[in-house]
């Protein structure tokens, strides 16, 4: 049997814990370089917050199904099945509801108290009921659209 010398083996235990420390930071900075898989999860501008039946989301050329939680991003497509409906919702508590065979697509944002929300939302076809809250008044504002004619309701806009 070989003798090991004191000195001898703790140098190889510290040979290798540094070897395991370069690894470890070496993943660290992996996952850092690749902050942007996480990054795009935060750009969200919203998500689906109810569906009954059947909606799908066209992004980026793909087409995914819509379920409750998913995230909405910037230029996103949402249409709803006939006979199904979904309601989108929104960081400054705003929603729009999404009726039977309706598709709308999320065209532009803005960025207000740190959210970043939909700042234009084209009805394609179909039709829609929203409602955005009026932060100085406490009041909302309910806009029902579809494509043939158009109602708003709610309080006259403050001047």
Not at 76 to 100: E, M, N, R, W, Y
Not at 101 to 109: H, N, Q, V, Y
């Amino acid at each position: 049997m070989r003798k090991i010398e004191p000195g001898r083996e703790r140098r190889r235990i510290t040979n290798r814990s540094i070897v395991l420390i370069v690894f470890m930071l070496a993943g660290v900075m992996l996952g850092l370089a690749n902050t942007s898989r996480w990054a795009r999860a935060d750009d969200s501008v919203g998500s689906v917050s109810q569906i009954t039946g059947k909606a799908q989301i066209e992004r980026g050329g793909a087409t995914i199904d819509a379920r409750q939680g998913t995230p909405l991003k910037l230029h996103d497509k949402v249409t709803t099945q006939p006979d199904s409906s979904a309601t989108l919702g929104f960081g400054d508590g705003s929603s729009i509801a999404l009726g039977s065979g309706t598709s709308i697509a999320i065209e532009d944002s803005t960025t207000l108290n740190g959210q970043t929300i939909p700042s234009r939302v084209t009805l394609i076809s179909g039709n829609i009921h929203t409602i955005v809250p009026d932060k100085t008044t406490g009041q909302s504002h309910s806009i029902e659209v579809d494509t043939p004619s158009v109602r708003v309701t709610g309080p006259s806009p403050s001047r």
